[in-house]
């Protein structure tokens, strides 16, 4: 798998890294952190998946996320990491700001997604996020085209 690394890393870039590689791994192979890295705002141990962009902030840097757009991701707890190549949100990825750009999704329920797929593991279609409490056939509806599985 290929994921773009950038932000405050030695060595930013795109690296080929093995599947099931996690953000320390990916981190580690752009030389390491600089020292304004702010490395409590990421997952270190979350795995990472092909086309992903991991984004290392810097100490009190603020997030200039544009929802729907390749952006640079500032993790909110959930990782650094985006998966906007195709326009669509990856449901197995997505940061809770990622999934709060989705209609009829706000905060409470993007968390309800979070903890969905922490406790039951990725989801493997588009159709199990029906599973999230909060989101039934009307609110499927609205955003199966702008989301995916990977």
Do not use: C, W
């Amino acid at each position: 798998m290929v994921v773009y690394v950038t932000g405050a890393v030695k060595n930013p870039g795109v690296y080929t890294l093995e599947d099931g590689m996690r953000v320390k791994d990916a981190i580690d192979l752009a030389g390491g952190i600089l020292p304004e890295a702010d490395l409590l705002r990421l997952n270190l141990a979350k795995k990472l998946h092909d086309e992903d962009k991991l984004y290392v902030p810097k100490i009190g840097e603020v997030s200039s996320e544009q929802p729907g757009q390749e952006s640079l991701i500032v993790a909110d707890g959930t990782g650094g990491i985006s998966s906007y190549s195709d326009g669509k949100i990856n449901i197995n990825t997505a940061s809770l700001s990622e999934l709060d750009t989705l209609p009829g999704i706000g905060p409470t329920t993007a968390q309800k997604i979070i903890d969905y797929r922490t406790q039951n593991g990725p989801f493997k279609s588009i159709e199990d996020i029906k599973n999230v409490s909060g989101i039934g056939e009307k609110k499927f509806e609205q955003i199966k085209d702008k989301i995916k599985v990977d």
